[in-house]
């Protein structure tokens, strides 16, 4: 029998037990902050805020695809999309709208477009992979967009917020400081579950997928399955921001469908750090906050995707991992 | 060199009826890409716990042999059987769930994890590998098997450093440590040494003897080489194969007195 020397263990676990500290003081500093904040910001930044959050959590699905399993995704959007639709349906359907019914068949909605898009998708690897994405999303978009008495059509549909409502405990309007609490509980508890996913034996074999798919498959791993069960969690957490979009604005609109949403959630990676989880919130944020300063400074006309591109093409050149890529191997660890 | 007798011998774990079957034999096997036949015909079998090296020149098939071993390439008719069950046209990733591991030619590993990262992922894809509520580094039997694979390559001392950061031999030896974190019952090396400087090269050889001869292992090892003088002290069979064909076949001492592989390796 091959006997293992336990010290080469040993300053391994301690040094990881102080890595966790530092990670969850950061961690509650910036939750604290991010609670304390509608309680201090105007009502416009209030909401800004909460958006930031849910374009983040969008972000941050896709970046299990990006950033772990290297499968680019161009149809974040169809997921997204069948979110919203899904709360809108359950929210129409049953009266008093219902949040826990907008939230499971947002989800399921979601969870049917990814089974569909894992299973035809998943085999196909790198450009193949992303423009099937592309092409099953745009097939949502156009049922969506034509297919008028169920979802509206060009008009999409318009419904009421439910209570936010938890059984035995709470039940009052959503108020927009509630509502960003609401927002904000669900995304860190999404980011935490996606964390511990990335950093399990599972999330170690996307990664593998991602370094190099013939030699994980030479290990023992069936890739494609690991990659489909990849695909659904992405979609389905996708699919959460957009019923978080629902219950936020009230409105479902196909625009959200439309690959242009996709193509934003790959910038908010880029521009954030892919493969850190974080970094697609902060790339969201840096994003919209930029667009909004623009258009706030030179008026609504202001083609501001130009200054946005350039900025974009700059980070390319200057900061090729993202805004907080420089923390990839420190977040993962 | 006794090598004979140490290729018949056997694990003494298992009964003497299954320690005389060959751990893999293959029966007219035989892949065409179109019009070209890569191997026609191969009859072929290693022995239980013997190191087992085919040669041959350039594009006379050892690489297509390999590739279908261990199911990446089908073959276009013919069987393999490996530890008595038929595992011909089955993925890679089952065949190397049955006890078939690889190393590759070119270095194939995850630059960016650390080394017993690397070794980690593959002795976990027997138990765990869907595993998605405990952290990867948390199960002390994957730690023992990842870190008894780096000790087999003598890489533990550099667990903790980034796999790009190893020099070129050390990263050959750790993609010789990924397929033994596998726990195979035959390791098939494609070109071990290639691209190394000669102490590297003799380090890796008695890597290869050392991991030959541990009988807690109970290892077959398969090893396609350039390298004459490793081939001739390693194996202890050689196969030779040219245009798809077996041309030869015996001890280091007949391979080296064969006219025939005499002439084939004087031409090229």
């Keep these: 029998m091959t006997t293992v020397p336990l010290e080469k263990v040993r300053p391994l676990g301690k040094a990881r037990l ?21 309680l201090v910001l105007p009502e416009f930044w209030r909401r800004f805020l909460t958006e930031i959050l849910i374009w983040g959590l969008l972000a941050m699905s896709s970046d299990l695809l990006i950033g772990y399993t290297g499968m680019i995704s161009f149809g974040h959007s169809a997921f997204f999309g069948l979110g919203m639709y899904g709360a809108a349906g359950a929210l129409i359907a049953h009266s008093p709208p219902n949040l826990w019914l907008a939230l499971f068949f947002g989800l399921a909605g979601a969870a049917g477009a990814a089974l569909f898009v894992a299973f035809f998708s998943t085999r196909l690897r790198d450009i193949y992979f992303a423009i099937t994405t592309l092409i099953f999303s745009q097939i949502f978009y156009v049922i969506i967009f034509t297919w008028t008495p169920v979802t509206g059509g060009e008009n999409g549909l318009i419904f009421s917020r439910p209570h936010l409502w938890l059984p035995f405990l709470y039940d009052a309007r959503f108020t927009s400081t509630t509502m960003h609490w609401f927002v904000l509980a669900v995304v860190a508890a999404s980011y935490l579950f996606l964390r511990r996913i990335t950093q399990s034996p599972f999330g170690m074999v996307l990664q593998s997928i991602r370094e190099n798919e013939a030699r994980t498959r030479a290990i023992g791993y069936a890739v494609e399955r690991y990659k489909m069960v990849s695909v659904m969690f992405s979609g389905l957490f996708a699919g959460l921001a957009g019923v978080l979009y629902a219950l936020q604005n009230q409105f479902a609109a196909p625009d ?3 690959f242009l949403t996709s193509g934003d959630t790959v910038i908010y990676n880029v521009m954030g750090g892919i493969g850190t989880l974080v970094g697609p919130i902060v790339g969201a944020g ?35 991992q993202g805004l907080l890529g420089f923390a990839r191997r420190w977040l993962n660890k | 060199m006794g090598a004979q007798t140490s290729a018949v011998q056997g694990s003494p774990v298992r009964d003497r009826g299954a320690a005389a079957a060959p751990i893999l034999r293959t029966e007219l096997l035989t892949v065409r890409f179109g019009g070209l036949a890569a191997l026609s015909g191969i009859n072929f079998q290693i022995a239980r716990n013997a190191v087992h090296a085919i040669i041959g020149p350039n594009g006379a098939g050892k690489s297509t042999f390999f590739n279908c071993l261990t199911g990446v390439l089908r073959s276009t008719s013919g069987r393999i059987i490996f530890d008595g069950e038929d595992i011909t046209g089955l993925p890679s990733n089952v065949i190397s769930q049955k006890g078939i591991a690889r190393s590759y030619q070119i270095t194939n590993i995850m630059p960016n994890a650390t080394v017993l990262e690397n070794v980690r992922i593959a002795a976990q894809s027997r138990r765990h590998g869907w595993n998605m509520v405990s952290h990867h580094g948390a199960f002390a039997d994957i730690n023992a098997k990842a870190e008894a694979a780096l000790q087999s390559v003598g890489l533990l001392s550099k667990a903790e450093e980034l796999a790009s950061n190893l020099s070129h031999g050390e990263q050959r030896n750790l993609e010789i440590g990924i397929a033994l974190a596998t726990e195979p ?11 190394m400087s000669q102490a590297e090269t003799d380090e890796t050889k008695e890597l290869v003897q050392r991991i030959a001869g541990d009988p807690a292992k109970d290892l077959s090892i398969l090893i396609v080489e350039h390298d004459m003088q ?21 001890t280091p001492e007949e391979i080296q007195r064969n006219p025939k592989v005499l002439e084939v390796y004087l031409k090229t």
């Design chain 1, 18 to 38: 102080s890595h966790t500290a530092v990670f969850w003081i950061g961690f509650c500093a910036i939750m604290a902050l991010l609670i304390v904040a509608p």
């Design chain 1, 256 to 258: 959200f469908v439309y």
């Design chain 1, 286 to 320: 840096f994003f919209q906050l930029v667009r909004d300063l623009l258009s706030r400074f030179f008026g609504d006309q202001f083609p501001y995707l130009i200054p946005l591109g350039m900025i974009f093409i700059v980070m390319i050149i200057f900061l090729p």
């Design chain 2, 185 to 195: 019952k035959l390791l098939c090396l494609d070109e071990p040494t290639a691209g």
């Design chain 2, 230 to 250: 490793v081939v001739m002290e390693l194996a202890q069979r050689i196969t030779v194969l040219n245009y798809g064909a077996i041309l030869a076949e015996g």
